[in-house]
């Protein structure tokens, strides 16, 4: 837990030291200061994110369209919406999580002032909540990316309902195992990675589901697009898609382990009431015993 003032606590253990009072307050300036977690306590997930090397652009849609970082704004087109507060993945710490609601129309899109930016590697991030499976749809399920031709850098879901990334000309690593209708209104952490000529690799849920050897990559140029491919038309996401992620660097297997657990790691609050009560019970306890001293020497 973050303390957002340790002084005042560190005075009260100053006080206990001269007598019982001390101990009320501390228990009290202890619940008062720990009640209020600081801003950087709450958000695990997003610290962990920007805290990785090479972060170009990371949508979180809280009540915007624009990146958190590297000042790129963000373009919503006919279909696209950023949904209500809460009806992002549910990340430990961030309830009021936001999510970007594709309807599944042509050219539903959130398009980027980003443009280029990965020539050698980059990397993916996002949580996707199908509505749909592509099978049904008949058509691909474009995650994020930047489409160009025979320069591939796309992160998609196709209509065997397995996740697929490309990353050269026509080249792509899959996921093994398909997406069910037992998958559909349930939050999915993806990520991507890839280094030309090196490795190419494929996550689900922070575990490694496919990896192989990618061809050369160049700088496309291309503007960056969530759900919807502005090169390959016809790839309309149908769903929610939240906090997206894109680098220029290939982010490892611990890396990406990490943001993956920080999903998922609670910050425990404190017993502040409780601690407060009894606190505050002391002192009345302190204060009635001096009183009948008090009254028992006026009595004599």
């Known amino acids: 837990m973050h303390l957002t003032n ?7 253990l100053r006080m206990y030291s001269r007598g019982r009072l001390g101990l ?115 058509r691909i399920f474009y995650v994020a990316g930047q489409s160009a031709v025979a320069d591939d850098f796309d992160l998609q879901i196709q209509t065997d309902n397995k996740l697929y990334f490309y990353t050269d000309s026509g080249g792509s690593v899959s996921s093994p195992t398909a997406l069910t209708a037992a998958d559909l209104g349930t939050w999915i952490f993806v990520a991507a990675t890839f280094t030309a000529g090196g490795d190419r690799n494929l996550y689900i849920n922070g575990s490694l589901v496919g ?14 697009t969530i759900g919807y491919s502005n090169v390959f038309g016809g790839r309309a996401f149908n769903g929610d898609i939240a906090q997206v992620a894109f680098f220029n660097t290939d982010l490892s297997a611990a890396q990406i382990a990490s943001i993956d657990a920080a999903a998922f790691t609670a910050i425990p609050e404190p017993p502040s009431i409780a601690l407060m009560g009894v606190g505050l019970l002391v002192l009345i306890a302190q204060h009635r015993r001096r009183s009948i001293r008090n009254g028992a020497r006026l009595g004599r």
């Open 24 to 138: 009320a307050v501390v228990f009290v300036g202890w619940s008062l200061t720990a009640a209020v977690p600081s801003a950087r306590a709450q958000f695990v997930y997003a610290n962990t994110v920007t805290a990785q090397p090479g972060l170009l652009a990371y949508y979180q849609f809280a009540g915007t369209t624009n990146s958190s970082v590297g000042g790129y704004t963000g373009t919503l087109t006919t279909g696209a919406t950023i949904d209500v507060i809460g009806s992002g993945a549910g990340l430990a710490g961030d309830p009021n999580n936001q999510a970007l609601n594709l309807n599944g129309t042509s050219g539903n899109e959130l398009q980027s002032s980003l443009t280029g930016g990965v020539s050698t590697a980059g990397s993916i991030l996002a949580w996707v909540n199908l509505a749909q499976l592509p099978s049904a749809a008949g």
């Open 211 to 224: 990896t192989n050897t990618p061809g050369g990559h160049s700088d496309s140029g291309n503007a960056f």
């Open 6 to 12: 340790i002084k005042l606590f560190s005075g009260g």
